[in-house]
């Protein structure tokens, strides 16, 4: 049984993230998705999140609930650590274009040298999802524009709510 990894902070998740573990889910048996927990970036702890890890666990599971062979967890520390604690030997990444190819071609090469035996997989966003970013689905949610087109209704209605308009 191939078990996948999608890992990423998903703050929050966006109709991209479902639709790459949407397509995910039907190519591997089973799907593990990685919620990296608030403050685990890099050295420093990185920026905070806007929602905190139960809350985007919490918002994954109910997107991805009629997934059954998706499962959506916390993890904190190295992603290649929490493929081989779960048993995946493939970790599914996604590229909205060109912007991410640098990024992402620097962080498979060093997956690769501490889990040579994970490979990356990575996965075209759709047309319709190029642009989406949760930076930027925060940051005009901020401002009071309507996000419900870009995230599961759930998540529409929450970031309503953070920001005082719902």
Excluded: C, W
């Excluded at 790459?20 to 702890?45: H, K």
């Excluded at 190029?130 to 689905?137: A, E, K």
Aim: no cysteine; glycine share 10%.
């Amino acid at each position: 049984m191939t078990v996948a990894l999608f890992a990423g902070r998903f703050d929050p998740v966006t109709n991209g993230h479902l639709d790459i573990v949407l397509r995910a889910a039907r190519l591997f048996e089973e799907v593990v998705v990685g919620v990296e927990q608030s403050g685990n970036r890099a050295a420093g702890g990185g920026p905070a999140t806007l929602f905190d890890t139960e809350e985007r666990v919490g918002f994954f599971t109910e997107a991805a609930r009629d997934l059954k062979n998706v499962e959506v967890k916390p993890f904190s520390g190295l992603t290649v650590e929490f493929a081989r604690s779960q048993g995946a030997t493939v970790l599914i990444r996604s590229m909205r274009g060109s912007t991410d190819f640098e990024s992402e071609f620097d962080m498979a090469l060093m997956n690769r040298k501490m889990a040579p035996e994970i490979e990356s997989i990575y996965m075209i966003s759709r047309l319709e999802n190029l642009f989406i970013r949760g930076t930027s689905i925060r940051e005009v949610a901020a401002l009071g524009y309507d996000v419900s087109d870009f995230v599961p209704a759930h998540v529409a209605k929450a970031l309503k709510k953070k920001f005082g308009r719902g």
